[in-house]
């Protein structure tokens, strides 16, 4: 079963424009990550935010968890052409020992 | 800069026949997972290694599936008789013993049953 789910679960804009994503999660949790999927490629980790964290950030992203409405954003500043992807969140299910349960993803397209 | 080989990149095979999947994790990464993703979809786990034990394999369809670490390094996933709905995204992650969960993926296997 799903932890997260991403919305909206596609995403076009402009080279340049911002762009937000958003995941929801169900159960309480202790960490959340955003990770990145090229088409065809592997998962890649973009960053990590705790839960006694509200935001974070790494370069041109920057990530909010409010964990009262169990909901956090992933803001992608001035985006480019290469940031075309699959982005999903991951939660730690409850109980688990060492695992993450990932959301079904938004696809960004950026378009030059 | 360390990352986590699979190999093959693509398989293709008729149904009812045999496939292995191979990883070798990032060197010194005690826990190793196994994820199988249909497109469009995120990954679902199947299978959680530490070190050589199983942690859990309660996704792993075991009657037809199976994953070993005999070494505690790297891995197998075999699937035997492979059927026309195991076609998906294989792919293996490590992450290392730290606390913080972050998982190192592997580029995948991307498996088609005809």
């Known amino acids: 079963s799903q932890q997260g789910e991403e919305d909206p679960q596609a995403l076009s804009i402009q080279e340049g424009e911002n762009a937000t994503m958003n995941c929801s999660y169900k159960?309480?949790?202790?960490?959340l990550q955003w990770y990145r999927q090229n088409s065809g490629r592997g998962l890649v980790h973009l960053i990590l935010?705790?839960?006694?964290?509200r935001e974070k950030h790494s370069g041109r992203l920057r990530v909010t968890l409010d964990t009262s409405k169990k909901s956090s954003s992933l803001l992608i500043t001035a985006s480019r052409a290469a940031d075309t992807a699959s982005y999903f969140c991951?939660?730690?299910?409850?109980?688990?020992?060492?695992?993450?349960?990932f959301g079904s993803g938004t696809q960004l397209t950026v378009l030059p | 800069e360390a990352e986590v080989a699979q190999s093959p990149r693509y398989k293709i095979t008729e149904k009812s026949q045999a496939v292995a999947f191979w990883c070798d994790p990032i060197?010194?990464?005690?826990?190793l997972y196994w994820y199988r993703q249909i497109l469009g979809q995120g990954p679902e786990l199947l299978v959680q290694?530490?070190?050589?034990?199983?942690?859990?394999d309660s996704q792993l369809p075991k009657d037809r599936f199976s994953a070993e670490r005999l070494k505690g390094v790297d891995s197998t996933l075999k699937i035997q008789p492979a059927e026309l709905g195991d076609s998906a995204m294989y792919l293996c992650?490590?992450?290392?013993?730290?606390?913080?969960?972050?998982?190192?993926f592997g580029p995948g296997t991307r498996l088609t049953v005809t």
């Open positions: 992650a490590s992450s290392p013993r730290e606390d913080l969960y972050e998982q190192y």
């Open positions: 159960t309480s949790i202790n960490n």
């Open positions: 935010i705790r839960s006694n964290e």
């Open positions: 991951a939660t730690p299910p409850s109980g688990s020992a060492r695992q993450l349960t």
């Open positions: 060197s010194g990464h005690a826990t």
């Open positions: 290694f530490q070190d050589e034990s199983v942690v859990d």
